[in-house]
T-cell receptor, first 115, second 112 residues
């Protein structure tokens, strides 16, 4: 069975602090895809990143960075110098390479950045 | 990436009525998915919609309650039937594929 765990239900930090959102996953597939999404109060789901299980390189995009560690089945997300606009619910998700191809979501982490 | 247009963006409906949500894509896609997100919860897959065949529903969801149409490769609808307050949620359509996973803007439904 596939499972995604985001143990941090809520995080609150002060603006300009760095913050890391944890994501741990379980799967028996050797090939899979991992995703992060941002959900602002408007409710839409904004795609942030997709990572192939064969690519363990960390990725940086502006203030965002992702640390993929296959050995620990983790795909953590760090926001550097956080801003109020980063306040949202963040979801980590897992997708098998074939079959139903549906996403398995974590429970989400509600991030609040205080001015 | 494909552009997904979902509407309505929000609605307030009376219990016992039905609402049809539309999802339009600017390119042809084989698989489309419909998710539900209850207040404060994560996303749960309702069904997978392939063009030309009946939708495949996940456990806990039935066609009578959530009928889905997929008339072509760029369009799908989800109907929430005989609504009750428990149906108040955000409903999202999504595209499938080997690597892609994009979502529509979501429909925020409130049933009163």
């Amino acid at each position: 069975a596939q499972k995604v765990t985001q143990a941090q239900t809520e995080i609150s930090v002060v603006e300009k602090e760095d913050v890391t959102l944890d994501c741990v996953y379980e799967t028996r597939d050797t090939t899979y895809y991992l995703f992060w999404y941002k959900q602002p109060p408007s409710g839409e789901l904004v795609f942030l990143i997709r990572r192939n299980s064969f690519d363990e390189q960390n990725e940086i995009s502006g203030r965002y960075s992702w640390n993929f560690q296959k050995s620990t089945s983790s795909f953590n997300f760090t926001i550097t110098a956080s801003q109020v606009v980063d306040s949202a619910v963040y979801f980590c998700a897992l997708k098998p390479p074939r079959g139903a191809q549906k996403l398995v979501f974590g429970q989400g982490t509600r991030l609040t950045i205080n001015p | 990436s494909a552009v997904i247009s979902q509407k309505p963006s929000r609605d307030i409906c009376q219990r016992g009525t039905s609402l049809t949500i539309q999802c339009q894509v600017d390119s042809q896609v084989t698989m489309m998915f419909w998710y539900r997100q209850q207040p404060g919860q994560s996303l749960t897959l309702i069904a997978t919609a392939n063009q030309g065949s009946e939708a495949t529903y996940e456990s806990g969801f039935v066609i009578d309650k959530f009928p889905i149409s997929r008339p072509n490769l760029t369009f799908s609808t989800l109907t929430v039937s005989n609504m009750s307050p428990e149906d108040s949620s955000i409903y999202l359509c999504s595209l499938g594929g080997n690597t892609e996973a994009f979502f529509g803007q979501g429909t925020r439904l409130t049933v009163v």
